[in-house]
């Protein structure tokens, strides 16, 4: 089972928009797919109860902090079948919990909004990631993600500039797109959307999916909802 990890302590960066849009290409890929839903507001489980019967399946998983009645070691079933793994990180985290979610990760992706704002609050957990010692000791890839870029600033050089400081990579740019509100209030993700609506969406996620299965994909990814390719051993 592969695990990726949709993380940044700053709220609004797109994580819930990468998970469910990551999971989503595996389920019309015909992996087995589950969502680890750490979030409170349990926005991704929210979206899998959206989900039509005849797109492919994907689990869900609660990891929320357990309320009165409920056992969160119940809600935090996986399915052994699991092939990809996807949790979906709370904002504001720190301290065990995020020790925790690392010990559980083999990937992990941080999506940031391209501001000064959101730069200076991602450059701050990522050091504190860093830190932990935990990505060196399982030897945990770490890629960032431009999220929301704004079509006439494709590039922002702030950003590039605090990557390169870290040496770490930017893996992918999501332009601000409708078609990723539309699936996350349809239930659906653009990977099982008609292609001719959403090719440009797809071909930014392509790197994305490439850099978490370190596989390079055999056709587009917008081709994946007419074709069902398996992948990640399924």
Known sequence: MNTTLVINRKGGA???TVSINLASYFAAANVVTTIMDYDPQGSSLHWLKLRNPPLGRIHG???APEKFGQLRSFGMY???????LIIDAPGGVSGVLLQELLCRANCVLIPVTPSSIDI????????DVLLTGIVRTRNIRIGVIANRVRRSMPVYQPLERFLKALNLNLIGRLLDSDAFVRAAETGTGIFEMEPALVGAECRQFTPIVEWVTGEKLEVPAANVYPFN???GGA
């Open 229 to 231: 390719l398996r992948l």
């Open 14 to 16: 797109g994580k819930t």
């Open 78 to 84: 996986v399915p052994a079948e699991t092939k990809q």
């Open 120 to 127: 200076h609050a991602t450059a701050h957990f990522i050091k």
């Open 61 to 63: 998983s609660n990891a």
